[in-house]
């Protein structure tokens, strides 16, 4: 049972947590001890069996949960972890206890790195640069730091070292995450027009990336998945094209949502890519290749294209077609998605197309591209299967319906109907 005592002028707590360890906790008043008794009561009667030590700081868990995490996330992801915990979490609270951590700190903490500015960055002759030059820390890198805090927390809720994670939902009340119309505003893509004078001016000045970039531009594709596309995967006749890996930083890895996925392709796109096929065995041949490129997309000497030489030839591009120089690779996949969705597509067959997780997804990402209206929509929806009008149906011609209606003024001088009918049949 758990109780308060007095000793050597302190008021002493004397319980036992939810696996059962006694503890005590020393307060300085009576009131004290009673309140913290009170908040720790729900949590011994919640039984639970801790993986690791209950008294687990931070800074070990981390160890251990960057372990775990390790085989099962992508490597990138892994090194961007590992990173945020070295820079700006472990500093904060490696000595801190996991079960000490709470919500208030965790807030302050992060509300303190909104304003931090940034390390001194180094210039080329080995100087700092100036104190007026730093810039404090963007919402994005805060949120992913937040990120990595309650994925951490996460896990060692799971391991029953805390009841409850005190990371929990303070994106939305730090204004971390971004909002839906202000990601839609953010996302930069063609119009049709400008789509047509970026793969004419591609086809004319970059021949080698032009079949890349109307990969992109006509599937919706993410450019790690374009570069890392084999031809195995690449199905001419079904005019499909199958996902099942991604290239990154040199390396191969699964796709972002997870698992692969089968796209559709243009009756051009895929002409297009036939074509290329045709080329690369030629091109093997007249270079001694010994044997054709795996790589769909691949460079003169044969190797999978790289990320930024693929940004590099974009920009060149745009400059030849006099179009602005904010578009990426990626803003390709946002033009596809928005033209698609403009013409009438189903946001279903978008999602599936764009790989997303989720039929939401799709529409916070490019709800604003969205048909908004149609009156012809709720025309059809008065019509019945033989096509006439629903009035016609109602027994009134759809002509007379349509007329206007003319609203009739009272008589005056009309003496009103009088109940004597009524009186004499009356039994009274």
């Given at each position: 049972m758990a109780c308060i005592r007095k000793r050597r002028g302190q008021w002493v707590v004397d319980y036992r947590d939810g696996s059962g360890v006694r503890r005590w906790k020393t307060c300085q008043t009576k009131r004290q001890a009673e309140d913290f008794l009170d908040a720790e009561r729900p949590k011994t009667r919640q039984w639970r069996q801790a993986a690791v030590d209950a008294n687990i700081t931070i800074g070990q868990y981390a160890v251990r949960w960057l372990t775990v995490i390790q085989p099962t996330i992508k490597p990138r992801t892994y090194i961007r972890y590992e990173e945020l915990w070295r820079v700006h979490l472990k500093p904060a609270f490696e000595h801190v206890k996991v079960r000490e951590l709470h919500r208030g700190r965790i807030k302050a903490f992060l509300t303190a790195k909104l304003t931090e500015l940034k390390p001194p960055r180094i210039k080329q002759d080995?100087?700092?640069?100036?104190?007026?030059?730093?810039?404090?820390?963007?919402?994005?890198?805060?949120?992913?730091?937040?990120?990595?805090?309650?994925?951490?927390?996460?896990?060692?809720?799971?391991?029953?070292?805390?009841?409850?994670?005190?990371?929990?939902?303070?994106?939305?009340?730090?204004?971390?995450?971004?909002?839906?119309?202000?990601?839609?505003?953010?996302?930069?893509?063609?119009?049709?027009?400008?789509?047509?004078?970026?793969?004419?001016?591609?086809?004319?000045?970059?021949?080698?990336?032009?079949?890349?970039?109307?990969?992109?531009?006509?599937?919706?594709?993410?450019?790690?998945?374009?570069?890392?596309?084999?031809?195995?995967?690449?199905?001419?006749?079904?005019?499909?094209?199958?996902?099942?890996?991604?290239?990154?930083?040199?390396?191969?890895?699964?796709?972002?949502?997870?698992?692969?996925?089968?796209?559709?392709?243009?009756?051009?796109?895929?002409?297009?890519?036939?074509?290329?096929?045709?080329?690369?065995?030629?091109?093997?041949?007249?270079?001694?290749?010994?044997?054709?490129?795996?790589?769909?997309?691949?460079?003169?000497?044969g190797t999978a294209m790289d990320e930024s030489k693929v940004r590099k030839v974009m920009r060149r591009v745009l400059k030849k077609a006099a179009l602005p120089l904010h578009f990426t690779p990626h803003c390709l996949r946002h033009t596809y998605a928005s033209l698609m969705l403009q013409q009438g597509e189903p946001i279903t067959y978008v999602q599936r197309q764009l790989g997303h997780a989720s039929i939401q997804l799709t529409g916070d990402t490019y709800g604003k591209w969205l048909p908004m209206g149609n009156k012809a929509a709720v025309d059809r929806l008065d019509e019945c299967e033989s096509g006439s009008k629903m009035v016609a149906v109602a027994g009134i011609p759809r002509e007379k319906a349509l007329q206007p209606i003319v609203m009739l003024e009272p008589a005056i001088g009309i003496e009103p109907t009088t109940c004597g009918l009524r009186n004499r049949c009356s039994t009274n």
């Open positions: 080995g100087t700092a640069a100036r104190q007026s030059d730093r810039q404090p820390f963007s919402r994005n890198t805060v949120r992913n730091i937040h990120a990595t805090l309650r994925a951490m927390l996460k896990a060692a809720l799971d391991d029953g070292v805390v009841l409850s994670n005190p990371a929990e939902k303070l994106g939305h009340q730090l204004r971390l995450v971004t909002p839906k119309a202000t990601r839609q505003e953010e996302i930069k893509a063609m119009t049709r027009e400008q789509r047509r004078a970026f793969l004419e001016a591609a086809a004319r000045h970059e021949p080698r990336y032009y079949p890349l970039f109307f990969t992109l531009a006509g599937t919706g594709m993410r450019l790690g998945e374009a570069i890392g596309l084999q031809w195995p995967g690449v199905d001419v006749l079904s005019r499909e094209i199958r996902i099942t890996q991604t290239r990154s930083a040199g390396e191969d890895e699964t796709p972002k949502s997870g698992h692969g996925r089968t796209v559709d392709l243009s009756t051009a796109l895929a002409e297009t890519l036939a074509r290329l096929e045709i080329t690369r065995k030629a091109e093997t041949l007249q270079k001694g290749w010994g044997e054709v490129p795996r790589w769909v997309f691949c460079t003169a000497g």
